[in-house]
């Protein structure tokens, strides 16, 4: 089993940064492929990105593809968001969830965190 605490979620303007971090509690991190969602007031939980348990392969949904990066740091137990480009349509709250094997799962996650909102202004 694994608990997963989200941070670095706040207030920003439109064109700018955040980057969220997922710490992970308990053994063997490194054997979990990490995703990150996001779900907005109203609408249903969304795939934002995944990373396998190398953090050698990963997913972007197209709405973030060339602003978001996910990496992580298995000797951190620490899977990572960068979002630069932010826009008002990325306003909602972010989880991270992990689901252990060595693929890179879009769905089926088991475990997750309590979520950090992000709100990006105009």
């Known amino acids: 089993q694994v608990q997963l605490v989200e941070s670095g979620g706040g207030l920003v303007q439109a064109g700018g940064s955040l980057r969220l971090s997922c710490a992970a509690s308990?053994?063997?991190?490194?054997?979990?492929?990490m995703g990150w969602f996001r779900q907005a007031p109203g609408k249903e939980r969304e795939i934002v990105a995944a990373?396998?348990?190398?953090?050698?392969?990963?997913y972007y949904a197209d709405f973030v593809k060339g602003r978001f990066t996910s990496s992580r740091d298995n000797a951190e137990n620490t899977v990572y968001l960068q979002m630069n480009s932010l826009e008002p349509e990325d306003t909602a709250v972010y989880y991270c969830?992990?689901?252990?094997?060595?693929?890179?799962?879009?769905?089926?996650?088991?475990?997750w965190g309590q979520g950090t909102q992000v709100t990006v202004s105009s």
């Open positions: 969830a992990a689901q252990r094997g060595f693929g890179l799962p879009t769905e089926g996650y088991v475990y």
């Open positions: 308990g053994r063997a991190f490194s054997t979990y492929a």
């Open positions: 990373i396998n348990w190398s953090g050698g392969s990963t």
